[in-house]
T-cell receptor, first 114, second 111 residues
Framework: EAGVAQSPRYKIIEKRQSVAFWCNPI?????LYWYQQILGQGPKLLIQ????????DSQLPKDRFSAERLKGVDSTLKIQPAKLEDSAVYLC????????????FGPGTRLTVT | GEDVEQSLFLSVREGDSSVINCTYT??????LYWYKQEPGAGLQLLTY?????DMKQDQRLTVLLNKKDKHLSLRIADTQTGDSAIYFC???????????FGKGTRLHILP
């Protein structure tokens, strides 16, 4: 079974630029999560999708962050414009259904904003 | 408190047991988890425990849960160099069904 795929693995941009991350969850997994992991901290949930609908985006900074999951499979997370404090690893995870005890994580995208 | 708390660092000699401790926030959390993160990798679920259990053993891993004190621990027997990683405690918080992670404990193995 292929795991959660993310790209790119690394990205360096200047502040005020835009960036997009891509995630392909495990086939058949209905629920998809985007987490932000700042260095030295645990992952923090940004947004949760159930199929192509948003379940929870309460911690997503909506003035600059956006995410979509068209067709309920792949997802993209965008930051526009980026700030220095957005430097972090962005992790995508998926589960078969909401509330499932096991989330499968991708390798993450490390973003550096200079 | 509102945060999942765990110590940041632990050094253990190879072959000894490692014990990583955690306190969580919600006494009604359904699941409690231990994740492992190796450098440059995502999080890997190591083990989990249901809130109605007080102990779970899986090969070299033993999880102890004290619901009264909201305390969770992970014991790794016969620690090996491959166990070197960051270990995250997490709870499935019942009130909003979110998974809340601690800041992680970096386990360093001494030769």
């Amino acid at each position: 079974e292929a795991g959660v795929a993310q790209s790119p693995r690394y990205k360096i941009i200047e502040k005020r630029q835009s960036v997009a991350f891509w995630c392909n969850p495990i086939s058949g997994h209905a629920t998809l999560y985007w987490y932000q992991q700042i260095l030295g901290q645990g992952p923090k949930l940004l947004i949760q999708f159930q199929n192509n609908g948003v379940v929870d985006d309460s911690q997503l900074p909506k003035d600059r962050f956006s995410a979509e999951r068209l067709k309920g499979v792949d997802s993209t997370l965008k930051i526009q414009p980026a700030k220095l404090e957005d430097s972090a690893v962005y992790l995508c995870a998926s589960t078969q259904e909401s509330g499932s005890y096991e989330q499968y994580f991708g390798p993450g995208t490390r973003l550096t904003v200079t | 408190g509102e945060d999942v708390e765990q110590s940041l660092f632990l050094s253990v000699r190879e072959g000894d047991s490692s014990v990583i401790n955690c306190t969580y926030t919600d006494s009604s959390s359904t699941y409690l988890y231990w994740y492992k993160q190796e450098p440059g990798a995502g999080l890997q679920l190591l083990t989990y425990i249901f809130s109605n259990m007080d102990m779970k053993q899986d090969q070299r891993l033993t999880v102890l849960l004290n619901k009264k004190d909201k305390h969770l621990s992970l014991r790794i027997a016969d620690t090996q160099t491959g166990d070197s990683a960051i270990y995250f405690c997490a709870e499935n918080r019942n009130r909003d069904d979110k998974i809340i992670f601690g800041k992680g404990t970096r386990l360093h193995i001494l030769p």
